[in-house]
């Protein structure tokens, strides 16, 4: 009889779900049911990870200045204060490992996004779930769920799964009214398709209390490769890389996402089509009698009568070959989530969703 038993709070973790991404029978396929981008990679990018592979037999850099420096250019921030890691998932990840242990506890909001539960647990704290107010994330309620164990808050800016955000005011109420020990963390997987936003980078510059973390997985078409990167005070930084793998990214990822993120051509494309695309699906369903919350992100969060009428229409779209997001894991048992795709995608969604209306009807 061996007592091989796991750290406490490791069995409590449920397995992460991902976007399903096919269907039995069904060749023809759209998979709206993870948020990724649906042009893919920037053609300069694909170049990048094909020109890496000669390299390979080299150790990847330790330190990621390449990548860093390029990240720094594009977006106008300091490169000390960034950190690289295999998707944000890993710099979420480090800051639950580095920052929380038995006893403390992580604030994380309704329909907050699942990997800062799974990060918790898996580092022995323990998750506190704020409720929203209607789909929104709610400052005051965040603040009252504070106390002397509050060590991390994580904030997704766009949410997912809602695509609602907060605005840079309630952003600094929040980081001013913590408690000293406390961190807040600003997830900015979808800043990128926010018109006029840094994520926060600035109350980061600002402040010794808030972290940013960003991703190449969404606008930048890049979530099979996984790389992500953190913004945070220097100190801060200094305490993430104590725990990173000095080979946490390959040569491949490190110099695709370089030239991903030096290609602002292509993302200002991504933008322009997403923001179009995603007021046309809104305003289609919207007419269909199935409203959503204006979304900031790549996706919307289809909301139904009832969470039979949300199945339904999931088993619908399924049946045509159309995979999107069933929710009710975040608490939205009554919604779907949408992401939003190329033209044709977005037009034979609409078409689905229309079918199956007129079916119930
Ligand atoms: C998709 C997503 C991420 C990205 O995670 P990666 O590990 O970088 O792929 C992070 N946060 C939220 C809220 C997301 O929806």
């Not at 979808?190 to 940013?212: F, H, K, Q, S, T």
């Not at 969404?218 to 220097?234: D, Q």
């Not at 339904?312 to 989530?337: E, F, N």
Request: aromatic share 6%; charged share 20%; with cysteine.
């Amino acid at each position: 009889m061996t007592r091989i038993t796991p750290q406490p709070g490791i069995m409590d973790i449920a397995l992460y779900q991902g976007g399903a991404s096919h269907v039995d029978g069904v060749v023809d396929v759209i998979k709206l049911s993870s948020n990724e981008n649906p042009f893919g990679p920037s053609p300069k990018a694909i170049a990048a990870c094909q020109a890496s592979a000669a390299g390979l037999h080299r150790y990847p850099s330790t330190d990621h200045s390449a990548l860093r420096s390029a990240i720094a250019e594009v977006y106008g921030l300091d490169m000390k204060r960034i950190i690289c890691g295999v998707g944000s998932d890993e710099i979420i990840h480090f800051l639950c490992q580095a920052y929380v242990g038995q006893g403390d506890e992580v604030i994380h909001t309704e329909h907050g996004f699942a990997m800062y539960r799974i990060s918790t647990l898996a580092a022995g704290g323990t998750p506190v779930e704020v409720p929203e107010d209607t789909r929104r994330v709610d400052v005051d309620a965040i603040l009252a769920a504070c106390n002397d164990r509050t060590k991390l808050i994580f904030i997704a800016n766009p949410n997912n799964p809602t695509a609602t955000m907060i605005g840079l005011e309630e952003i600094t109420r929040l980081a001013s009214g913590l408690p000293p020990q406390a961190l807040l963390i600003l997830d900015g997987a979808y800043a990128e398709y926010v018109p006029d936003y840094d994520g926060g980078a600035a109350l980061i510059e600002a402040r010794e209390n808030v972290v940013m973390t960003r991703t190449f997985s969404k606008m930048h078409g890049l979530g099979g490769l996984r790389v992500g990167w953190g913004y945070a005070p220097k100190a801060i930084i200094d305490v993430l890389n104590r725990i990173r793998g000095p080979f946490n990214l390959s040569t491949t990822a490190l110099e695709t996402a370089e030239a991903a993120v030096r290609d602002t051509d292509y993302a200002a494309m991504c933008f322009a089509e997403n923001a179009k695309w995603r007021e046309r699906l809104a305003s289609e369903l919207d007419k269909l009698g199935i409203p959503s919350d204006k979304s900031e992100a790549n996706f919307i969060l289809a909301r139904f009568p009832s969470e039979a009428d949300a199945n339904a229409c999931d088993d619908h779209l399924k049946s045509q070959g159309i995979l999107v997001r069933r929710v009710a894991g975040y608490k939205l048992p009554t919604c779907l989530r949408i992401t939003v795709g190329d033209g044709p995608s977005c037009q034979r969604v609409v078409a689905a969703i229309k079918t199956f209306c007129e079916q119930a009807a």
